[in-house]
């Protein structure tokens, strides 16, 4: 497929992504490794996670921005809402 693109990622493809790329992971103790790990997993099963593939030309950036619009749009939003993950989040 010629990018751009987005794709779906799994529960589990997302998980270790995010905690490969999560703020300060060197700096984090058992006791904090295991709140970011329980908050991750309660984020990706709240939130539904993209890959997005775009292009090397920058004239195809606008594409870009309308399949990650026509994706969002496509969501179907009762099943996630932001605001009420980070409401049920506990505050640190």
């Given at each position: 497929?010629?990018?751009p693109?987005i794709e779906?990622?799994s529960?589990r493809?997302?998980?270790i992504t995010l905690?490969?790329h999560s703020y300060?992971?060197?700096?984090l103790?058992r006791?904090?490794r295991?709140?970011?790990?329980?908050?991750?997993?309660r984020?990706i099963e709240k939130?539904?996670?993209r890959k997005v593939?775009?292009?090397t030309?920058?004239?195809?950036?606008?594409?870009?921005?309308?399949?990650?619009?026509?994706?969002?749009r496509?969501?179907d939003?009762?099943?996630?809402?932001?605001?009420?993950?980070?409401?049920?989040?506990p505050?640190?």
């Open positions: 497929m010629a990018a693109w779906s990622v529960l493809a997302g998980l905690l490969a300060a992971n060197s700096l103790d006791t904090m295991a709140g970011e790990f329980e908050l991750l997993g984020l939130i539904p996670l593939h775009p292009n030309d920058p004239q195809k950036l606008a594409g870009l921005c309308r399949i990650i619009l026509d994706d969002f496509g969501l939003s009762s099943s996630w809402v932001a605001g009420r993950f980070l409401a049920e989040a505050h640190v």
